[in-house]
């Protein structure tokens, strides 16, 4: 099975090492979220599958959890799941018996899309106050606001009549 994985993980072109044999831990680049680091972790029945998604949110909790559990439904290969302080990662086990080179590719797959895409969103819904916060204090010292402008319609006081 490793030799499975390691395969994948080089046709894929992504960067991964392992750490200790049987467990991958892989770099997928994103657009909006620059690197989604990906456990793949050989176990006796099945292939793990961990990423780490974003913090617990700062507020809108509800709104945030639910959103989350809405994605959940149309997933596959992974969940959204949170940890004992409300971290969020995507997780998944798939049987032993259903891993191929194809498979690793659409799991991983799988976790670039949820994760990039799904990314902006997640920090809209749970972290908007401190986003224009940094919005504001990076626009008194003239800083870049490159990385914020997924930002702007909510966090630019000149796009909200402030």
């Known amino acids: 099975m490793r030799d ?3 395969t994948a993980l080089k ?5 991964f090492d392992e750490p ?3 467990a991958f831990l892989v770099k997928l680049p994103g657009q909006h979220k620059l690197a989604t680091m990906t456990w793949l972790i050989i176990g006796d029945q099945a292939l793990h599958v961990e990423a780490f998604f974003c913090r617990q949110p700062d507020e809108n909790h509800t709104e945030f959890y639910k959103w989350l559990l809405a994605k959940n439904g149309g997933m596959y290969g992974v969940h959204f799941s949170i940890d004992t302080v409300g971290d969020v ?7 032993l018996t259903a891993i191929t080179e194809e ?4 799991l991983l797959g799988c976790v670039l899309t949820y994760s990039d895409d799904w990314f902006d969103r997640a920090l809209e819904l749970g972290f908007a106050s401190s986003i224009r916060r940094e919005w504001e204090w990076r626009a008194k010292r003239g800083e870049s606001l490159a990385n914020l402008q997924a930002f702007a319609r909510f966090a630019d006081p000149a796009r909200n009549g402030g």
Not at 11 to 15: N, R
Not at 89 to 95: A, E, N, S, T
Request: proline share 9%.
């Open 4 to 6: 499975v994985v390691e």
């Open 11 to 15: 046709a894929a072109d992504v960067s």
């Open 20 to 22: 200790r044999p049987g």
């Open 89 to 95: 990662y995507l997780v998944g086990r798939v049987p």
């Open 103 to 106: 498979e690793i590719d659409r």
